[in-house]
């Protein structure tokens, strides 16, 4: 049974980082293009980024790119969302989603001075 | 980017009967290889949201026959025959062709 869970979100104040995880079980991790999917509170979904089953292609939301960065380390089942230069705006509901779009929980990061 | 656009917002439903939700995209959905990669998805209150539907009209594993996805091209839609409660919350389409990835804003389902 896939299983998705994401770790790391908390209070941060703008301009400051933080590091999203999201911990795989159940299927083979290095088999699959992975997603972080956000959702601001009480709004729609907005996809973030993406990266290749094997790390050679990421693309991001342009509301993210050169500020978050999607990573994995298929050894270790995890993927990763880099987060910095945070803003107000970032904050919502983080979920980690695999390319057949099996979610977990999701985490919530709140950016706010 | 491409725009998905849903309507109704809103869709108050009686139990037991039909339901349908518009989606269309700005840009054909058609990829290079000849499929399509629109999704359906459903978020019940307080859930993540799950998968209905992929490639327009084939329904994920353990998703009841009471749901079914058509169009092409730009235009999609997606059907309850029969709504149940369990069918509350909101739907989103969203498409897998271009990068980067978009949906739709959502519709609310809700029981009259």
């Known amino acids: 049974q896939v299983h998705l869970v994401e770790s790391g979100g908390g209070v941060v104040q703008p301009g400051r980082s933080l590091r999203l995880s999201c911990a795989a079980s159940g299927f083979t991790l290095s088999s699959h293009g992975m997603h972080w999917v956000r959702q601001a509170p009480g709004k729609g979904l907005e996809w973030v980024a993406v990266i290749w089953h094997d790390g050679s292609n990421k693309y991001y939301a342009d509301s993210v790119k050169g500020r978050f960065t999607i990573s994995r380390d298929n050894s270790k089942n995890t993927l990763y969302l880099q987060m910095n230069s945070l803003r107000v705006e970032d904050t919502a509901v983080y979920y980690c989603t695999r390319d057949r779009w099996d979610w977990g929980q999701g985490t919530l990061v709140t950016v706010s001075s | 980017d491409v725009v998905m656009t849903q309507s109704p917002l809103s869709l108050p439903v009686t139990l037991g009967q039909p339901a349908s939700i518009s989606c269309r995209s700005n840009?054909?959905?058609?990829?290079?290889?000849?499929?399509?990669?629109l999704n359906w998805f459903l978020q019940r209150p307080g859930q993540s949201p799950r998968r209905l539907i992929y490639k327009v009209s084939n329904r994920n594993s353990g998703v009841p026959d009471r749901f079914s996805g058509s169009g092409s091209g730009t235009d999609f839609t997606l059907r309850i025959s029969r709504v149940e409660a369990e069918d509350v919350g909101v739907y989103y389409c969203?498409?897998?062709?271009?990068?980067?990835?978009?949906f739709g804003g959502g519709t609310k389902v809700e029981i009259k």
């Open positions: 840009q054909s959905l058609v990829y290079s290889d000849g499929n399509t990669y």
């Open positions: 969203m498409q897998g062709t271009h990068w980067p990835l978009t």
